[in-house]
């Protein structure tokens, strides 16, 4: 089956630390990869996403993600944390033939200050 | 501003009663999502859209219906053979099937009591 794995629910860290969510996909051997973040009670919004080429992807608000299609991977980083970046993030692929979004079940991450 | 307005926000709604969440874009978009967000289990597909008049089942369809009538609009009905309907349903929208990026709306928090 097609699947999105994001292997840790909750992450803490402190503000100005590094940050590295992990994510494995299932799907395809050339995916399509996005990662999104919701904010509580809110919609998601993108940080960046992976169709080919590099396999750094630069996003919005200092993020970044590593292709590494070996470990069938997109792991998102970010270099410093700022408290804003508490939130939920979601990996996805696109599967279904490009039909639909297939997400995995989220990263929890709090920002102790 | 573009974008894309789901309504209401919360939603309150006795047992076997349907309700109706609306879900509008103007970004002149061809395609048309609506997602299940449920606690530790990431967003769910319920039904999709590419065009018009044409909508296909997603992974858990069933005890929900949609239409989509016109390009800007795609309601979906949660009707009482739904067996655990309180959720948080996110709609979404893209330019084309399977195009890039899908821009999310804030959600309507559904609770049935």
């Known amino acids: 089956a097609q699947s999105v794995t994001q292997p840790d629910i909750h992450i803490t860290v402190s503000e100005g630390a590094s940050l590295e969510l992990r994510c494995n996909y299932s799907y395809g051997a050339t995916p399509y990869l996005f990662w999104y973040v919701q904010s509580p009670g809110q919609g998601l919004q993108l940080l960046l996403k992976y169709f080919s080429g590099d396999t750094l992807v630069q996003g919005i608000k200092g993020f970044e993600a590593e292709f590494k299609r070996s470990q069938s991977s997109f792991n998102l980083r970010k270099p410093s944390v700022h408290w804003s970046d508490a939130a939920e993030y979601f990996c996805a692929e696109l599967t279904g033939g490009g039909n639909k979004l297939t997400f995995g079940t989220g990263t929890q991450l709090k920002v102790e200050l | 501003d573009g974008g894309i307005t789901q309504s209401p926000k919360y939603l309150f709604r006795k047992e076997g009663q349907n309700v109706t969440l609306s879900c509008e874009q103007n970004l002149n978009h061809d395609a048309m999502y609506w997602y299940r967000q449920d606690p530790g289990q990431g967003l769910r597909l319920i039904y999709y859209?590419?065009?018009?008049?044409?909508?296909q089942k997603g992974d858990i369809a069933e005890g929900y219906s949609v239409s989509r009538e016109k390009k800007e609009s795609f309601p979906l009905t949660v009707t009482s053979a739904q067996k655990n309907p309180t959720a948080f349903y996110l709609c979404?929208?893209?330019?084309?099937?399977?195009?890039?990026?899908?821009?999310f709306g804030q959600g309507t928090r559904l609770t049935v009591v």
């Open positions: 859209s590419q065009i018009v008049n044409d909508f």
């Open positions: 979404a929208s893209s330019l084309y099937r399977g195009n890039t990026e899908a821009f």
